[in-house]
């Protein structure tokens, strides 16, 4: 069965969940509303997304270092409560999240943080692009609307497959810590080091030794 935008809204409405979350519920349910609600309700997907509108300004700032010193990760993420901030539970969430960040280098947490003039400026270049390999006028843009938004997927943090769970975002394995945890949790900023970065020298591929390790 076809699933349409009109049915993805519908249910982020009666859910509050996200609406890759429901497409997801409503594919897996083959359409049927009531059962696509439920599979949301058994994964804590809806209560979750309801949490997310919450402050949340406790939390902590996770370091992770990779390859002897080699690359360097600060990460802030925040929770509701200092008690919550302090349990195993949510340290294991940062310590991840650090270790992807470190793996799979995002530029942004999300979306909306990218800056107009980089949208417009990689929109340009895909626009030429797609011209450049002949595809009709008429469909260029709705082409390009579609790698915009592989872009968006590989730079922003929350829409990066989790690194030791691919068939999973960093955004559903919060989503999934936010159902566990009963509070709202937010990636709020991030910082990464490479040594020797912008130095002109022979390259190392830091990002398959860190995969690596990860596998292990």
Known sequence: MEITAAMVKELREKS?????????????AN????????LLREKGLASASKKAGRVAAEGVVEAYIHGGGRIGVLVEVNCETDFVAKTD?????????????????PQYVR?????????????????????NEGKPENIVDKIVDGRIDKFFKDVCLL???????????????VKEKIAQIGENISIRRFSRFVVGEGIEKEQTNFVEEVMAQVRQ
């Open 31 to 38: 359409g049927d509303m009531e059962r696509a609600v439920e």
């Open 111 to 131: 979306r909306e943080d990218v800056p107009q003039d980089v949208v417009n400026k990689e929109r340009e270049i895909l626009r030429a692009q797609t011209l």
């Open 89 to 105: 539970n949510f340290r294991q969430l940062v310590k991840d999240v650090a270790m992807h960040i470190a793996a799979s280098n």
């Open 159 to 173: 829409e990066q497959p989790f690194v030791k769970e691919p068939d999973k975002t960093v955004e559903q394995l």
């Open 16 to 28: 509050g969940a996200g609406m890759m979350d429901c497409k997801k519920a409503l594919t897996e």
